[in-house]
């Protein structure tokens, strides 16, 4: 991996820990702290855009182990000062009654892409770096919690008031029907939304651009869980130059996520021996 791919990895990674941090942060929407966990149905009173009267979840957690599988994603993104773009990409696929696990990690920089891979089963963590003749392995056994690993990169609404929610109205998810919320545009712009843009050429602070549009969006369907939440800027320099930072973060097939051992397993096997 050259030193360039490392930094939009390392970069990556702070971000989204950044994004994990607790309240010793900055506050959020209305400087409250809110709980993200509350029981109750995530629909809407009509989507009239006027308040968060429906804003609710249920524990992501438990409904997901409840579920038995998902798969779980998160995608950083962003456009540096000088034009550069660099993407961060996490995908977890989970079943629960097989025990089993698949992660693939992926870092881009516009042209190339690289990453590596984890497959987790019987108690046993398999992960493999590169590719073709320059992959090489690792293995070493454990218990691993399949979802709290994958929920780690979302549930940020939990750490911001939910007060400056605005029900927009219906759409559809991954084949579900969702309630999408959005941050009104009077709102303190959550401390979350502020991370990220290193490691795609140089971005500043938003602080020091002409102008910033702040972004953050929840979509939570018929039973209260939260299927996605986007969050980030896009700015503009005095010199017409465009940046921009953007997470993502989404949980899909839900109850009809099925995990297979990848092609490579066998190697991993035989490298440990």
């Given amino acids: 991996m050259t030193a360039r791919k490392a930094a939009v990895l390392v ?11 607790d309240g010793s942060s900055p506050a959020g929407p209305g400087g409250g702290s809110g709980d993200g966990g509350t029981d109750g149905a995530g629909g809407s009173d009509g989507g009239d855009g006027t308040g968060t009267d429906g804003f609710a979840t249920t524990d992501r957690e438990q409904v997901l182990r409840e579920a038995g599988s998902f798969t779980a994603t998160w995608r950083w ?3 540096g000062l000088d034009g550069e773009s660099g993407a961060f990409d996490v995908t977890h696929t989970v079943d629960l009654e097989a025990g089993r696990s698949v992660t693939n990690w992926a870092s881009s920089d516009g042209d190339d892409t690289e990453g590596w891979q984890q497959f987790h089963a019987d108690g046993v963590t398999y992960t493999r770096y590169g590719s073709g003749e320059d992959a090489f392995y690792t293995s070493g ?3 691993t919690d399949l979802v709290a690993s994958s929920l780690a990169y979302g549930g940020l609404y939990a750490a911001a008031d939910t007060d400056g929610l605005i029900d927009r109205g219906q759409e559809r998810f991954d084949g579900v029907g969702v309630t999408r919320y959005e941050l009104d545009e009077s709102a303190t712009v959550p401390w979350f939304a502020m991370g990220g843009g290193g490691g795609a050429g140089t971005v500043s602070d938003p602080d020091q651009l002409e102008e910033v549009d702040w972004t953050y969006a929840v979509l939570v369907d018929g039973n209260g869980l939260a299927r996605q939440e986007t969050w980030g800027w896009t700015g503009r320099t005095a010199d017409g130059r465009t940046v921009s930072y953007e997470a993502v973060y989404s949980i899909t097939a839900v109850g009809s996520t099925s995990v297979d051992e990848p092609a490579w397993l066998s190697e991993a096997k035989a490298s440990a021996n």
Avoid: E, K, N, P
């Fill in 77 to 79: 993104s962003a456009t």
């Fill in 11 to 21: 970069v990556a990674v702070l971000v989204l820990l950044a994004g994990c941090t």
């Fill in 141 to 143: 056994a454990g218990d």
